[in-house]
């Protein structure tokens, strides 16, 4: 009996501590990333029993939102929620994140402090694949949305909740189909805010205050395939120029060769809201762009952080050549990764690197990336609100409009939304913003109480 009573106490007390435990948010960001929704390009390797996993436990984990408020499953893996508003003339807001995680370099597990999909809480942070990228987005709004819910806040606007499932490998099956939903039912949204900005903490121009980055603007996303053919056969008797030697000396001129470097709006706003907070010289080249501009940016492009802010850059990826030691290729291809400033599109950089390459032998070709964002207003109230929203939790920082140099799933709304920001309210430092998609990605417990706050502050202001 003794042996019974004492296992029923440890159990009624294990079971305290896992409810405690489960009214954590750590713990329960914890318990996501321990769900592998993992988006590989080879869609056939796709366990999507994993984002059924993720919606039983977000229903799970948020009981007020997914039977408070109006939920759609959307094309079977993304989720659509609404929140109405008290006072339907007022036009809605939208919060978008993904649910979806890249997957792990092979070979690399070993090399992470905690195994990748352990969902490890410890010494303060919450390791583990999309920590940082993007399921503290989807959970951070739902801890937000559940705790308004349960001190009974009503909005008087409309919010509206998008969680993809394919971010990763375009979006086209998640945001794709949500947005295509929300224009059947006629939805129109004031503004949005999907992931992509954040607060730094050693911003090397402020080392002494956070900086809070609201993009307004996102690069966008271009893939040439370059294809050279010619003579193959046998090793023994090799062509002059294999197609593998011609492809190689085009992708040398073109790596030798990168876009000029330019200050285009967004950038030029960051610098000139910096320009006042910085000491001398640096204030007065942020804040006579005019006059300085070029030389910024010839700076900034010659430093590996700020490189992406001032060119459209050039990332060779894939290489692609032959069968066999002994057997030379009659094919070789190569793919090369662009992210465009605002204002270049496909057909001026294919002229470009056509121009660069200089070899009618080597084809050229890509598949058009459409909806590339514009550059939304950063003194129109959605800006207003998220800033207002960073200042209430983050008072010492410095709040900037940016350029996000990657891409979205925002491109699948810019027809939904007057204006697309970029922002999470999490604080990172450069090299933890680095691990994003890398090895040891991991948020500071702290860092996810505050981006949980924001998310928050964000409802309550823009729902006025």
């Not at 709004?141 to 001190?151: G, I, Q």
């Not at 860092?447 to 998310?455: G, H, L, T």
């Amino acid at each position: 009996m003794s042996r019974i009573l004492t296992a029923l106490t440890a159990a009624l007390l294990l079971g305290g501590a896992m409810s405690s435990a489960a009214s954590d948010p750590a713990q329960r960001l914890g318990k996501a990333i321990q769900i592998k929704t993992i988006s590989h390009q080879d869609s056939s390797q796709i366990d999507l029993r994993e984002f059924r996993r993720f919606h039983k436990f977000l229903r799970a984990s948020y009981p007020r939102v997914f039977t408070e408020l109006e939920v759609e499953t959307v094309n079977d893996y993304s989720l659509l929620i609404r929140w109405p508003g008290s006072d339907p003339s007022l036009q809605p807001i939208l919060f978008t994140a993904h649910m979806d995680v890249v997957p792990i370099e092979p070979g690399t597990a070993d090399d992470w402090e905690h195994p990748p999909f352990a969902g490890v809480v410890a010494d303060g942070r919450i390791y583990g694949r999309g920590s940082l990228d993007d399921k503290q987005g989807v959970l951070g709004n739902l801890e937000a949305a559940e705790s308004l819910l349960a001190e009974g806040f009503v909005p008087a606007r409309t919010m509206v909740f998008a969680f993809g499932h394919d971010e990763e490998i375009s979006g086209k099956d998640g945001a794709g189909k949500l947005a295509e939903r929300m224009r059947e039912k006629g939805w129109h949204f004031s503004w949005m805010v999907d992931e992509g900005g954040m607060v730094i903490s050693d911003n090397p121009l402020l080392p002494d205050s956070p900086v809070a980055i609201i993009n307004v603007a996102e690069k966008g996303y271009l893939t040439l395939t370059l294809v050279a053919t010619g003579e193959g056969g046998h090793s023994s008797r090799p062509p002059k120029t294999s197609t593998i030697g011609r492809l190689s000396a085009a992708l040398e001129r073109i790596e030798n060769n990168p876009f000029p470097t330019r200050i285009v709006g967004p950038v030029a706003a960051m610098l000139e809201t910096m320009g006042p907070h910085l000491d001398q010289p640096e204030r007065f080249f942020f804040s006579n762009l005019w006059l300085t501009g070029g030389l910024v940016a010839d700076q900034m492009g010659e430093d590996p952080t700020t490189n992406s802010f001032v060119r459209t850059t050039t990332a060779l990826t894939m290489f692609n050549a032959g069968v066999k030691e002994n057997v030379v290729p009659q094919r070789a291809e190569a793919k090369v990764n662009f992210r465009l400033l605002p204002g270049d599109t496909p057909e001026t950089v294919v002229n470009y690197i056509t121009e660069v390459v200089d070899d009618p032998a080597i084809e050229i070709s890509y598949d058009q990336w459409d909806n590339v964002p514009g550059v939304s207003d950063y003194t129109g109230s959605g800006f207003s609100v998220i800033s207002e929203a960073v200042s209430e939790v983050y008072p010492e920082a410095v709040i900037v409009p940016s350029l996000l140099v990657a891409t979205t799933d925002t491109r699948h709304y810019i027809d939904l939304a007057d204006n697309q920001y970029r922002f999470q309210g999490m604080l990172v430092s450069l090299a933890q913003a680095s691990s994003v998609h890398g090895t040891n990605e991991y948020i500071d417990i702290s860092s996810y109480e505050k981006a949980i706050e924001v998310a928050r502050q964000m409802m309550i202001l823009g729902a006025r």
